[in-house]
């Protein structure tokens, strides 16, 4: 019953009636003010769920963009190539010493592998998957159930492209790659050998609304909207022992890329938001591009916290760090590490924003948050009902049950709640609202993590 | 915070009731370390406090009440100011009590746990003393409180995890330990020593009557919908007036901290049986079972207690229903006990989590069923 009246499905218009846009201020101006040129470039990785790298190459040895540098040592074949050439310069390990990051120092002039001009038409399934495999974009697919590297072994039900964002602030995709057009329909295409091809739009008026070769599917509606797994589930969701595999949109632009001009190029336009953004605007840039050639949009400011990603889902790198590999988004926000006295009993408290009426912030519909990193309460039980979290998340699942039957480790429960549709990025709004504080998306991905391991 | 309150401090077994105060006073400068780095501003504390200004309307109408039945029941001129102190005299014991021996074991057991204190406790501790008679005995009211608490919360896990509602275990454990404390002629009117009930005065509520008929309480109140409506009747504290409770109700709704599907899902039930009752030969109009007793406030505050409650919406609306009409079939069919609304909502409590169960269950079941 639940359900039934949240979408409204005529032919492949998916109206989504429940989510949140959050009201962060800090939007990038839609203005490319530069293009960064890397003194070094980090590849982590951290940024793949479920992979255990192999190094391929040692400090001081030169490589190209396009070269490889790591494998997948439960696949060999998957390969991860270095965005740019340049001469690997360090690498750096954590905890029984666990590969963090390869990092490049970049040549002054960039030089590619060059992997030939392809004739898509004429390639079989096997010749694409061999080339993504050999350039390294293959690593741009990700699997689901789990979001784990895609296994070349595996046959999808279908592929998954969200060709918009609905995170706040995120990239506007029709301004970041509404001129590569032709370069995603040459990824389509390459993709559309490997199994069906879905692209989610958000009007038909949009730019990927002409992309040939794939089911268009058009979405209305709030953030998580332009999430590929909310999206997903609204198509045709994840059942036991389906596999999917999505891409995002600027690495399709990516493969499509690698199959008209034979170069790996990942460079992609970043958004730089947030509150604590200097004149919040896109640079061009490469990922793994290091925090530091991003000072101007952040110099001088103190007590702030730099993310890869957004600011429900993207990781905490600070000034020290470097983009992520499927990140286009930096967010710059303020640490909320200050006092509020009696803050919880003052009545208007009209600075803060909550999705509920609990504060005067449904009076200003319109109005823009400098949200900081405080939490605003501490860690409780969950307290309100899996209503209350549903309420922002479009899927045909149980939100609270979910997350609790993760926190039991309790397998069976977390297959029937739907564990296999979600990433923990579809929940991080539940997370966002949660009054109780939790850690939703950390519970999630234990979760994902103890089935990955017990289904091994 | 001062180190000696930290882990190894000499005062770190009141590490946790200094953390009380002081996020009680501030809101602490902890960050979000992982996930999502911007949190929504709302939190438990924010979320208790509106439940607690939603009852504040049938608090103070309570308090007023207790003293203007007691003016009535004496015989003396009421008068507006004098009832509501008479009745503040005698209702503020009953809070000093509730929250010292509920706040000290929920302060305790959070050291124990080695958690925050919650704040759940601050809602639970207003409400106890809105539901017992207002001359419940106070040892009989600490022991309740200690009970509910203890074994109707913390051996669950505090609150989120339990599983009925702590201020109803507490009306529930004098109902039946005490019983002669708790129903009859004499408990629902306070009066001081040596004060005497005038002749025809009587000390029960309108609804110890309906088994009896309504009109052998007309001698003294009018028991007309009105009456019951506004609240000036015989009641516990804060139950009697249905329009004070409307208010909080409304609050709750507005800002979304309660269900409005449950508290419109037990007024169907109730009317519901309400009619099958008058059908079948009940002379109490149905409508009137929403105004009496301690169905609207049970409805309203704590029918819908999130942890308690049934936690889908379908659910919530069959948690409701349940409720409403357990309620009136207790309260018509039972000639011992005139109250059904504690029952009703403990029973309810008791089976959501099967409620939830069959919801969940038929809703996978039709997704598997539906074409990919």
Redesign the interface.
Same mark, same amino acid.
């Given at each position: 019953?639940?359900?039934v009246f949240n979408f409204i499905i005529m032919s492949n218009n998916i109206v989504l009636k429940r989510g949140l846009d959050?009201p962060?201020n800090g939007v990038a101006a839609q203005e490319t003010v530069k293009t960064v040129k890397p003194s070094v470039v980090a590849m982590k990785p951290t940024d793949f769920k479920g992979l255990v790298p192999r190094l391929l190459v040692r400090e001081g040895d030169k490589v190209l963009a396009g070269s490889p540098v790591m494998a997948d040592k439960n696949c060999l074949d998957i390969l991860f190539t270095s965005p740019v050439s340049g001469t690997v310069a360090e690498v750096v390990r954590g905890d029984k010493r666990k590969l963090l990051e390869v990092r490049i120092k970049a040549d002054e002039a960039q030089e590619y592998v060059d992997f030939g001009v392809q004739n898509v038409a004429s390639m079989s399934a096997e010749d694409v998957k061999a080339l993504l495999l050999k350039s390294g974009l293959w690593t741009s697919l990700v699997q689901r159930p789990y979001g784990i590297l895609a296994n070349p072994q595996a046959q999808p039900k279908a592929i998954f492209i969200s060709a918009f964002n609905t995170a706040?602030l995120a990239a506007d995709y029709e301004y970041t790659l509404g001129s590569e057009v032709e370069a995603i329909q040459a990824g389509v295409n390459a993709l559309a050998k490997l199994a069906q091809v879905h692209v989610s739009v958000n009007s038909a008026s949009s730019a990927f609304a002409k992309l040939q070769n794939a089911t268009l599917h058009t979405f209305t509606g709030k953030h998580p909207a332009g999430n590929v797994g909310v999206q997903i589930a609204n198509i045709?969701?994840i059942?036991k022992e389906e596999t999917v595999w999505t891409v995002a949109l600027p690495l399709v632009a990516a493969i499509g890329k690698l199959f008209t001009t034979g170069k790996v190029d990942l460079c992609r336009k970043v958004a730089v938001t947030g509150p604590e953004a200097v004149n919040p605007a896109y640079v061009n840039a490469l990922p793994g591009v290091a925090m530091k050639d991003l000072e101007s949009f952040y110099a001088g400011a103190e007590n702030i916290?730099i993310?890869s990603g957004d600011?429900?889902?993207?990781k905490?790198i600070g000034a020290e760090g470097y983009l992520g590999f499927f990140d286009t988004q930096v967010?710059i926000?303020k640490?909320?590490?200050?006092?509020? /006295?009696?803050?919880?009993?003052r009545p208007l408290?009209l600075n803060?924003?909550?999705?509920?009426?609990?504060?005067f912030?449904w009076l200003c519909p319109k109005k823009k948050y400098n949200?900081?990193?405080? /939490?605003?309460?501490?860690?409780?039980?969950?307290?309100?009902?899996?209503?209350?979290y549903?309420d922002v998340l479009p899927m045909?699942i149980?939100p609270?049950?979910l997350t609790k039957a993760c926190l039991a480790g309790d397998i069976e429960k977390m297959e029937?709640?739907g564990i296999y549709e979600v990433l923990?990025e579809d929940l991080?709004l539940c997370?966002?609202?949660?009054?109780?504080?939790n850690?939703?998306?950390?519970i999630i991905a234990k979760g994902i993590d103890l089935m990955l391991k017990e289904m091994a | 915070m001062n180190s000696i309150f930290e882990k190894g401090g000499k005062l770190y077994w009141l590490h946790s009731t200094v953390d009380a105060f002081e996020t009680f006073l501030n809101v602490p400068d902890t960050v979000s370390l992982k996930g999502t780095h911007v949190k929504d501003s709302i939190d438990l504390k924010r979320i208790v406090i509106i439940a607690l200004i939603s009852t504040i309307p049938a608090a103070l109408f309570g308090m007023w009440n207790v003293g203007y039945q007691h003016s009535l029941a004496i015989g003396a001129a009421p008068a507006f100011w004098s009832d509501f102190f008479y009745g503040l005299l005698k209702v503020i014991p009953l809070y000093v009590v509730a929250y010292i021996v509920g706040l000290s074991i929920e302060f305790a057991s959070a050291q124990i746990r080695n958690e925050e204190v919650n704040e759940g406790y601050l809602m639970t501790g207003f409400i106890i003393p809105l539901i017992v008679p207002v001359d419940v005995p106070l040892w009989m009211l600490a022991v309740a409180v200690a009970f509910a608490v203890l074994f109707g919360k913390e051996v669950f896990g505090g609150t989120g995890m339990n599983i009925w509602n702590p201020a109803l275990l507490t009306r529930a454990f004098l109902f039946f330990s005490y019983p002669s404390s708790m129903s009859g002629e004499s408990t629902w009117i306070a009066l001081r020593k040596g004060e005497a009930l005038i002749d025809g005065a009587t000390g029960a509520t309108p609804l110890s009557f309906v088994n009896e008929g309504l009109d052998s309480v007309a001698t003294q109140y009018g028991t007309s919908f009105m009456d019951m409506f506004l609240g000036t009747i015989p009641g516990s504290v804060g139950e009697t007036s249905a329009l004070a409770i409307l208010l909080g109700a409304a609050i709750l709704i507005w800002t979304g901290v309660a269900s409005w599907k449950i508290m419109v899902s037990s007024v169907l039930g109730a009317l519901c049986v309400g009619i099958l009752a008058q059908l079948g030969g009940s002379d109490i109009p149905c409508y009137y079972h929403l105004v009496m007793g301690g169905f609207a406030f049970g409805a309203v505050f704590m029918a819908t207690d999130p942890v308690t409650a049934a936690q889908t919406e379908c659910g919530k609306w069959i948690y409701g229903f349940f409720i409403g009409a357990v309620c009136v079939i207790v309260r018509l069919f039972n000639p011992g006990y005139a109250e059904g609304m504690m029952l009703a909502i403990l029973l309810g409590n008791t089976f959501a989590p099967i409620i939830d169960h069959c919801v969940i269950s038929a809703s996978i079941s039709r997704k598997a069923k539906k074409i990919a």
């Open positions: 019953m639940k359900f959050i962060i706040p045709s969701y059942r916290r993310v600011v429900l889902s993207g905490t967010s926000l640490e909320g590490n200050t006092h509020e /006295l009696f803050g919880w009993a408290r803060q924003f909550s999705s509920t009426r609990s504060y912030s949200m900081d990193t405080n /939490l605003h309460g501490g860690p409780r039980a969950f307290l309100m009902s899996d209503s209350f549903a045909d149980f609270l049950y029937k709640f923990p991080a997370e966002f609202v949660d009054p109780s504080k850690y939703i998306q950390d | -």
